[in-house]
């Protein structure tokens, strides 16, 4: 439980009303109780938070209301992410080793290896990270302070974790890149001896894929987040802060600049470079390199001026038909 005035410091917002009043919890405004925070980013939303029993309401710039206390802040998501973990603090857990875990690299004091694990030789386990249960850590990986694993994580040999980094259920790095060449009428597999570089605070989703380089390093940048099944082939390069969505896939040695956002269900070819602060819009298909700041869109992507002028002509063909059947009957006559 904390009082608006509490939070509105929290977050460096000013409050607007009775800075006293008890917080017990956040809800959205459609099922807000009393003595619950929620947010209304516009004026629009306010009137369905002051329909709510909500007790009070983060809101931005000028918005006023005559029933509920306010605390007004710059960007009321951003509010809201740094209250969300006053009442929901991460899990904690305590530092050890679980009997059924199998060691022989070596773990920080502070660390927490859960049941099931297994930690190959060469294995560094840093300050304070966490992994949560049935994890593998193959030989000579470096994990950094503050890492957690979430269950069934797999990291191949030589794999690096900076500090800070979050991976989820299922998430494998550092398995083989997709390597073969053609020979006399089979194909040879190509060994792929590189290895994995994760640097700091990236948080990658479930069930995702990272392969090690085929010689050097798959490198993914600090702050990038990942989201749920994703498949990044070797050598992929991502630089800082870059945002992947959903189902999307690289192909070998795709170099990402900063700042780069890809939506859900995208395919990015290989060798390419994508400028920093590039937008690739959902179900994209990417063949070419994109400029800095450059938004994409569509199959093969085309920049996003074109590619609307082409879906827009696209619903005028069937009618542009029409008029050239017509016209062809006007000319043969029949």
Known sequence: MFTVSFLAEHVGGEVLGDGSLAITGLAPAEGALEGELTFAEKPSYLAEAEKSQASAVLVAGSIESSSKVLIRVQNPRVAMAKILPLFFP?????????????VEGEVHPT???????????GVQIGESSVLMGGNHIGRDTRIGRDVRLHPNVVLYARTQLGDRVTI????????DGYGY???QGRHLKMPQVGYVVIEDDVEIGA???IDRGALGATRIGKGTKIDNLVHVAHNVVMGKHCLIMGQVGFAGSTHLSDYVVIASQSGIAGHLKIGPQATIGAKSGVMR??????????????PDKQAKRQWIAATQLPDALKRLKALEKRVTGS
């Not at 989820?168 to 398995?175: D, K």
């Not at 390199?289 to 085309?302: F, K, Q, R």
């Open 207 to 209: 069930n995702t894929a």
């Open 168 to 175: 989820h259920a299922g998430t494998t790095i550092g398995s």
């Open 90 to 102: 991460p899990e904690e857990f305590p530092a050890g080793i679980h009997p059924s875990a199998v």
């Open 181 to 183: 060449v053609f020979d």
């Open 289 to 302: 390199d994109i400029e800095a700041g450059g938004t994409v869109l569509g199959y093969p992507a085309a």
């Open 111 to 121: 660390a927490h290896v859960g049941p099931h694990c297994v930690i190959g030789a």
